[in-house]
């Protein structure tokens, strides 16, 4: 009988130890997630500084751009009030703000894509967090299970002893 009691006590300090390391696991799992996800915000963040940079940069080169075709314009004697000298100018603009907002788009992109990643992260965090509580209580209810088992048995050998 003694030995039954002992096998049962080991059984429940196996499956305590045993929950007691899933869970550990899975906290250790959602300490990374969180930290995953914190990476991906900063990587947005910096995505989008660069997008203002980038875009910064191109409307630089734009202006440069429209100083030199004045200049050309003007070092031929073109008037560059009106006419095809005022059109070129009109097209530049418009297509540095076409070029611009694809800039801004494509770094709206990029950004999500940091944001999906960091939601993902979260998610995956708060999902390990949930099963680090469900390892435990899953371990409680094994050792409660053995513990009823361990001392039915124990009755039933008390009550046929042989």
Do not use: C
């Not at 002992?6 to 550990?24: F, K, P």
């Not at 900063?42 to 995505?47: I, K, L, N, P, Y």
Request: proline share 1%.
């Amino acid at each position: 009988m003694t030995l039954a009691l002992a096998a049962t006590a080991v059984t429940m300090a196996g499956q305590g130890y045993a929950a007691l390391q899933s869970a550990a696991a899975s906290r250790y799992e959602a300490r990374i997630a969180d930290q995953n996800a914190k990476l991906e915000n900063e990587a947005g963040f910096r995505a989008t500084e660069n997008t203002k940079t980038e875009a910064l940069a191109h409307y630089r080169r734009v202006a440069q751009l429209k100083g030199e075709q004045r200049v050309a314009q003007a070092a031929n004697g073109v008037s560059l009030d009106f006419g095809s000298a005022a059109d070129v100018a009109a097209d530049t603009d418009m297509l540095g703000r076409e070029d611009v907002s694809r800039i801004y788009e494509q770094g709206a992109e990029r950004v999500r894509g940091f944001d999906i990643s960091a939601s993902n992260y979260r998610s995956s965090a708060a999902a390990s967090r949930f099963a680090a509580k469900g390892a435990l209580i899953k371990g409680a209810l094994d050792m409660g299970s053995t513990a009823l088992s361990g001392a039915a048995q124990y009755s039933k050998m008390k009550r046929n002893p042989r």
